[in-house]
């Protein structure tokens, strides 16, 4: 089993940059595709991110290319997500999540495991 806590959330001015982590628990870390994915009220929660078990693979929504990073520490079970030039549109809970196959996967249903989620709440 994995468990997730997700930090670095916070309030920020459109254009600024947060750096989000989500540390897990358990030996297992590297063996886990981790994502990003945010919920805004009232929305459905969507993908933002991904990044392949050992860290060679990445991928990106639309709205995350060019601004956001995904990268891990396998050694620090860690998972971060760099977030530049933030619009108010990103304003969302962000959750972390472990999903266990290789295969690039960009819905909720596939991940395993879950973080409690961040809040980030970019102001105008």
């Known amino acids: 089993q994995v468990q997730l806590v997700e930090s670095g959330g916070g309030l920020v001015q459109a254009g600024g940059s947060l750096r989000l982590s989500c540390a897990a628990s358990?030996?297992?870390?590297?063996?886990?595709?981790m994502g990003w994915f945010r919920q805004a009220p009232g929305k459905e929660r969507d993908f933002v991110a991904r990044?392949?078990?050992?860290?060679?693979?990445?991928y990106f929504a639309d709205s995350a290319k060019g601004r956001f990073t995904i990268s891990r520490d396998n050694a620090k079970n860690t998972v971060y997500l760099q977030m530049n030039s933030l619009k108010p549109e990103d304003t969302a809970v962000y959750y972390c999540a472990a999903d266990r196959n290789n295969v690039v996967v960009t819905t909720t249903q596939a991940y395993e495991y879950w973080g409690q989620g961040t809040q980030v709440t970019v102001s105008s």
């Open positions: 990044i392949s078990a050992t860290g060679r693979n990445t």
């Open positions: 358990g030996r297992t870390f590297s063996s886990y595709a």
